[in-house]
C-alpha cells in the first residue's frame, strides 16, 4: 500500500498531442496543476513528420453549369474509375430479380477493385500495421 501512494502523489509532466478539427494540437501536461492550468502551450520549436492516410474530397460543382462539372477531377486514380461504374452498374442489375446474378458479378469485380486500390495505397509506402509510439521531446 506504502509504494502505492507514492506512485499516486508523483508528479507528472508529459508532452501529449491531438487532432480535432484538421489541426494537431501539442501540449505540456502537468497533472499536479488545476483543471485550467494542466495544459500550457509548448515554448521550443520541433519538426514532426507525420504519416496519413488522406481521404478524396468530395465534388464542389456538382449543382453549378456543366462546364464547371467538367474541369473538377476526382482524387481517385484514373485506374479505378471502371470500379465505381462497376458498382453503378451493379446497382441497376439488382432493380430486377432476373438480373441478381449479373449483379453479382459487377459486385465481385468492385470488390476486386477495392483490395487492388488498397493495395496501391501501402505500394511503396510503409508495409503492414505500425504502432506508433509517442515520444519526449
Do not use: C
Amino acid at each position: 500500500m506504502g509504494n502505492y501512494k507514492r506512485i499516486n502523489s508523483r508528479v507528472v509532466k508529459e508532452h501529449v498531442w491531438w487532432v480535432e478539427r484538421d489541426a494537431i494540437g501539442i501540449a505540456l501536461y502537468d497533472a499536479s496543476k488545476d483543471q485550467k492550468d494542466r495544459f500550457t502551450s509548448v515554448t521550443a520549436v520541433h519538426e514532426i513528420t507525420l504519416f496519413y492516410i488522406k481521404k478524396g474530397l468530395h465534388f464542389e460543382n456538382l449543382g453549378s453549369t456543366a462546364s464547371d462539372i467538367k474541369t473538377e477531377e476526382s482524387d481517385l486514380p484514373t485506374q479505378f474509375h471502371q470500379y465505381i461504374v462497376d458498382k453503378a452498374i451493379q446497382y441497376g442489375y439488382e432493380q430486377k430479380p432476373e438480373t441478381l446474378k449479373v449483379a453479382m458479378y459487377y459486385d465481385n469485380k468492385f470488390e476486386r477493385g477495392i483490395k487492388e486500390g488498397k493495395s496501391f495505397a501501402n505500394r511503396g509506402r510503409i508495409s503492414g500495421m505500425r504502432t506508433v509510439k509517442q515520444h519526449s521531446y
